[in-house]
């Protein structure tokens, strides 16, 4: 009865399902290696952003300023078209920072949904893994039990 | 005014992503490879037991293909009832199931299994039903069969000339066994009806055949009117030809048997006519030499022609006896044809017990004749009577009258037929001087009742004086001296007959090459020897006597007491002629 074709009919099954196993959770497990980096890509882009704006906020000051230099200098007052022109540059700033911010965000949201697309890919790939091994073991089950293998 | 710099950063802040990122599939490569080892070992052990479960499966089936074999052959038996085959068979199906199916653990061999195992009680249960029924139709047919033997068996016993009613019950019967035959189902319809036709032609034909044998030429008549109506084309033909070869062979027994009794009776009668006529003729004789024939005289002349009209004897041998009766007073022997009728009783001495009868017949009748036609006196009749009567006695042989015959005719040169010397021709005076001599010795001896040895004696005296043999009448002897024939002495002839001897025991030997002497030459050779020293003796006694008696060297003269004639005459007889004779 548990003879040599029976004990490899067993083990063999064990070691498909083991395999099976296995393999799913290390999918999964490089999934989740992989959306850990894609979270500090994600975590570093925003961070590269803050740095991006920071160093606008200087432009910004800094355009301001020469601004209110050229406009004391100048003498002209801050009024009618040139007071346009200083909304415009404002305006013009403010909307590099705006674009900047939104970069460096879309860079942050690409990476936070690629390291999401590996952690479902590590679960869809640990779910097959376990299908894949039910499968391997109902197989052998089946097959075994009709063979009389497991007695 | 001067203008402050400003220094606004200028680094570039770096875009790189952080790398290491590593496929997910890259982690399934090792589980995946250990999952598909697995599946191949498992694969691996379920294949091998599929195979182990497959041969248990292929065992059991051929046991149980076994059993159902002997199931088969078990059902096949007469001892069984065909009806009882089914049920018989269920349960042997169902312990065959039992019994092979318990070995198969696994459900993938107990479904093998059952498969076949369907397949084989399905084919199987046919079978068997099948040879059920097939042995039920044999049985059935072979009790038809037999019954039907049995009355076709019967109908041969019976004759339907005399108990037409007994035959007829008998078909009726035939008839009515094969329609419950063929209402069974044992026949269809057309077999049946053929069976039917065979049977009652096979009655006929038994009936046919026991005419046949009680009256073959009856039959033949009643096969031709078709007194058989149930024979068919074959068997008619069949049996026409045998009663007709029947007929014809009982009618040519019929004639042969009455041949043969005809010819037994012939024989018969022809045997009693003969002895009828030797006892008539023995009578005549008898009343011839004057015996008293009170009360049982001899027929005369008449009665013996009232005889012939009765077939008692023949015409001819009435002739013969009316022959004998008028010539017996005158009849003058014929010394010749009374020696070699002689000679011939002679023979019949030697002639074994079962044809001596036969050969007696023949000589009795020989003598008859002889009287008949005047050749033979009476009294030498009598003589050959007496001769006759003591061969039949058994006394002939060892009687003194005939040993002193025989010495006296060799002693005078005659021989016996059988050892007759080719190329030998015997003077006719020398025979005739034999003759005599022989005739003289059966008047002394067998009439006048003297002693035969001293009769022997005187006649062989006599006849030597008068001798004249000559040597060179004898074939030369092939291994003998070369000198003239007459010049041949006893020691001549001796020495001839040791080199023949000789030269006869040598060609004997298998690697002897010269010349072959057969049995047959070294026979001749030695008798032509023996006739030659015979003459040189008889030659050399007629000298001696010649010149004076001498009591010394004449027959019987070493004999003290030469009238001693009691029956030992061999001792009477001169040494080198007795010598003679017998070489």
Known sequence: MCGLPAAAAIGGMIMSVGGALYSGHQQKKLADRNASIDMLNAKRARARGELEQDRLRVRKVLARGEENVARAGSGIQASGSPLWQFAFNAEQRELDSQIQEYNTEMEALGYVNRANTSRYEGGVAQTASIFKAGQAAFSGYTKGKELGVFG | MAKLPTYVSQGQISKQEIGGRISPSVGGVVGNSVSSFGKMIADWGLAQKKAEEELAVLNAVTQAQDKFNQLGVTLDSNTIKTSEVPAIFEKGAQKINTEEGANLSSPYAKREFAQKYSQLKVRHGAAARTAARKRFINEGVYSVQNGVANDINRSGTIDKRTNPDGYKLIQEGIILKFQKAWQAGFYSKKDAGKALRNALSDTDEGQARMMIRTDPEKAVLEITKKNFPHLNNLAFERIAKLAQGASEAAKNDRL????????????????????????????????????????????????????????????????????????????????????????????????????????????????????????????????????????????????????????????????????????????????????????????????????????????????????????????????????????????????????????????????????????????????????????????????????????????????????????????????????????
């Open chain 2, 256 to 583: 042969r048997k009455e041949d043969k009794d005809e010819a037994k009776r012939e024989k018969v009668l022809k045997r009693n006519q003969e002895t009828t006529t030797a006892k008539i003729a023995f009578s005549m004789m008898d009343q011839a030499s004057g015996e008293d024939m009170s009360g049982d005289e001899p027929p005369s002349n008449s009665a013996i022609l009232e005889m012939v009209s009765k077939r008692e004897i023949t015409g001819d041998q009435a002739k013969e006896l009316r022959n004998l009766r008028e010539n017996l007073a005158e009849a003058k022997t014929d010394d010749l044809e009374f020696l070699k009728l002689l000679d011939n009783i002679d023979e019949i001495a030697d002639m074994p017990l079962s044809q001596q009868e036969d050969a007696i017949e023949v000589a009795e009748k020989r003598m008859r004749a002889l009287m008949a036609g005047g050749s033979l006196e009476i009294n030498d009749a009598k003589t050959v009577r007496s001769v006759i009567k003591s061969i039949r006695d058994k006394s002939y042989k060892s009687s003194p009258k005939v040993v002193a015959q025989k010495w006296l005719k060799a002693a005078l040169g005659g021989t016996d037929a059988e050892i007759s010397i080719p190329g030998f021709n015997e003077d006719p005076l020398d025979k005739m001087r034999r003759t005599n001599a022989l005739k003289a010795y059966h008047d002394r001896v067998f009439n006048g009742n003297e002693k035969p040895w001293e009769v022997a004696k005187d006649i062989w005296s006599d006849a030597v004086n008068i001798t004249n043999l000559k040597l060179s009448g004898f074939l030369r002897p092939k291994y003998g001296p070369i000198k003239a024939m007459d010049e041949y002495t006893v020691e001549d002839i001796d020495q001839s007959r040791l080199e023949l001897l000789r030269k006869y025991a040598s060609s004997l030997d298998p690697n002897y090459r010269g010349e072959k002497i057969t049995k047959q030459n070294l026979r001749s050779q030695m008798e032509n020897l023996t006739g030659m020293m015979s003459v040189i003796m008889l030659k050399a006694r007629q000298a001696r006597q010649t010149l004076g008696p001498q009591p010394s060297t004449g027959p019987g003269a070493n004999n003290s007491n030469s009238s001693n004639n009691s029956g030992t005459g061999a001792n009477n007889v001169p040494g080198r002629v007795g010598a003679a004779i017998g070489g």
